[in-house]
């Protein structure tokens, strides 16, 4: 396990953990395919994964694509339907769009039918001189002490283990899960993405970035409407750095339809931006 990994006992005394004992990853890589552990387990239904585990995932299939001398500036993820707590099989491909723009596409399946699939745009770095006017971003900072790790709400998940509770601890220092608007939550894994492989900075980073609209929800927990993401859009920057990610998250709604923003960040200050399209809904249909 990882450095960020924590014992049973640890598990147990931290707020949204269970009594049950962490598996050594969020998968395990079995012949070819990748088998989820309850800890990727969504919020909604007890049969599916939260969004954040398998859009690591894609992120880790595209990265042995990457070149030396090239930067991965674009993650646009899409789950084209619950993803189950099912061994998942990759299928991986790198194409040319231009001298200098790369594409990867790389998809989760299960049982033969595609579940997940993030289309990945990769730059030839430059060398660039120090430019004209830089813009105003976010200053370096910590993560808040141990003290303000908060609880998440178990919403239809009852009892059982989830990633948003068990696998990743939260420290807010703006909003909250349950007070409705904008939020900064500090977030960092629990356990290793793949069980016996380190955690790079882009699988934590997209392990996180489905949080945003979550986070920052414009509407409360017995509201009859809301609004749920549809795909997720990471723009990067730069490579993150450690452990933690900053997710500073505002929800945006439209004519029946929203737009969530994060700025991801981590201890040096920003590293990209998440978008995700929202799609509205009511309980009442």
């Known amino acids: 396990m990882t450095s960020n990994s924590m014992t049973s006992n640890q598990m ?3 707020p949204g953990t269970s ?7 969020l998968y395990t890589l079995d012949e070819g395919q990748y088998v989820p552990s309850e800890f990727t387990r969504g919020p909604w239904r007890a049969d599916a994964q939260h969004g954040g585990p398998p859009s690591a995932l894609l992120a880790s299939l595209c990265e ?10 674009q993650l646009h993820i899409e789950l084209l339907r619950p993803v189950r707590l099912r061994p998942l099989r990759p299928v991986v491909e790198r194409t040319r769009v231009s001298g200098r723009v790369g594409r990867i596409i790389a998809e989760l399946t299960d049982d033969g039918e595609t579940v997940a699939r993030v289309t990945a745009t990769v730059l030839r770095e430059s060398e660039l001189t120090t430019p004209d006017f830089v813009a105003h971003t976010t200053p370096a900072t910590e993560p808040p002490t141990a003290d303000a790790t908060v609880d998440p709400p178990r919403w239809a998940s009852g009892d059982v283990t989830t990633y948003h509770r068990n696998a990743v ?3 807010f220092t703006e909003g909250s899960f349950r007070t409705p ?8 894994l629990r356990l290793p993405l793949i069980a016996g492989e380190p955690t790079s ?7 996180a970035a489905d949080f945003g609209s979550g986070i920052s929800a414009v509407y409360g927990a017995t509201s009859p409407v809301g ?4 795909n ?11 452990e933690w990610v900053s997710l500073d998250a505002t929800t945006h709604v439209g004519a029946g339809t929203g737009l969530g923003i994060t700025m991801l960040g981590d201890t040096s200050g920003l590293v990209g931006v998440a978008t995700q399209s929202l799609l509205g809904y009511s309980t009442g249909l």
Do not use: C, Y
């Open 201 to 207: 900075g882009l699988q934590r980073i997209a392990a």
């Open 12 to 14: 147990t005394s931290t």
């Open 227 to 230: 609004l749920i993401n549809a």
């Open 64 to 73: 042995p694509h990457v070149e030396d001398g090239e930067f991965l500036a």
């Open 19 to 25: 009594d049950q004992v962490p598996p050594p990853g």
């Open 232 to 242: 997720l859009t990471i723009n990067l920057i730069r490579s993150h750095k450690g």
């Open 181 to 188: 608007g904008p939020a900064v939550d500090w977030m960092r």
């Open 169 to 171: 601890e939260h420290r």
